[in-house]
């Protein structure tokens, strides 16, 4: 009884066996879509990595020698692979208000390589005057075209505010607004002025970016504070005793506490 038992278990795995090696598996049949990458897979955005259809930069903390930068949208193909490039086609909202040519610039082609899910769009952004005074908004809409579909169109994110995020439309916020960064601190440093932050990250070589963290960070603890307190002092001081006092925009005198 006990081996017709394990026979009759041998004979059943058999069979599963075959049965499942002569199945199928079902392969994508639909269209290639083509969407914004960062709506499905999160990005990370001030250290948080987060699904999102839009993001802000700012010039605000870059070194003035910095007229430029380049953004890279990732998108993303839902589908198959190509073994050529297909071109991606994308145009500019109307509710833009940044201007192409003056404010931003596209590649002349943009393409999802072949052998690719995922590509970048490169959009390189000027720094311009009027950016000190306002905000310059750049939304980009992907449409379809002969290698690809836009299926992918929007999702309900918050139910209560039926808030939505858009997979095939993505947002671009751009400044040169300077405001004071979370790792200016006043007790040591005094009040934050453009010049005297760019001299001080000029003197002693820091990055401007760097104070866009917050105290404590790398770089931004109590001891370092106090090092780039204590330098600033005493240059201000050499300056003045050699008749070169420093003055801010304003012609008040340079001052740390």
Not at 49 to 76: A, Q
Not at 183 to 203: E, I, N, R, S, Y
Not at 242 to 250: A, L
């Amino acid at each position: 009884m006990k081996k017709i038992l394990i026979l009759s278990s041998i004979l059943l795995s058999i069979l599963g066996f075959t049965s499942c090696s002569q199945e199928e598996i079902e392969t994508y049949k639909d269209t290639d879509n083509i969407y914004f990458s960062p709506s499905v897979f999160p990005i990370p955005v001030s250290a948080v990595n987060i699904l999102t259809d839009s993001v802000g930069l700012s010039f605000g903390l870059e070194n003035p020698s910095i007229i430029e930068k380049t953004y890279k949208i990732p998108i993303r193909v839902q589908g198959k692979l190509s073994d050529t490039d297909r071109k991606v086609k994308v145009t500019i909202d109307p509710a833009s208000t940044a201007i192409e040519g003056t404010h931003f610039t596209l590649p002349e082609n943009i393409v999802m390589h072949a052998g690719h899910e995922v590509d970048t769009i490169a959009v390189k952004i000027r720094r311009t005057p009027d950016m000190k005074d306002k905000s310059m908004l750049l939304v980009l809409n992907l449409e379809e075209n002969e290698a690809f579909t836009t299926k992918m169109k929007s999702k309900v994110i918050n139910v209560l505010t039926q808030k939505k995020m858009s997979f095939i439309s993505f947002k671009l916020t751009f400044d040169d607004k300077l405001t004071m960064p979370p790792g200016w601190f006043a007790p040591f440093l005094g009040v934050f002025t453009a010049k005297k932050f760019f001299l001080m990250c000029d003197l002693m070589h820091l990055e401007p970016s760097m104070f866009n963290q917050k105290l404590g960070s790398t770089g931004l603890s109590l001891p370092d504070v106090q090092y780039y307190q204590n330098f600033m002092k005493r240059y201000l001081l050499d300056q003045k005793a050699q008749g070169n006092t420093i003055y801010e925009e304003d012609g008040t005198e340079m001052f740390i506490p």
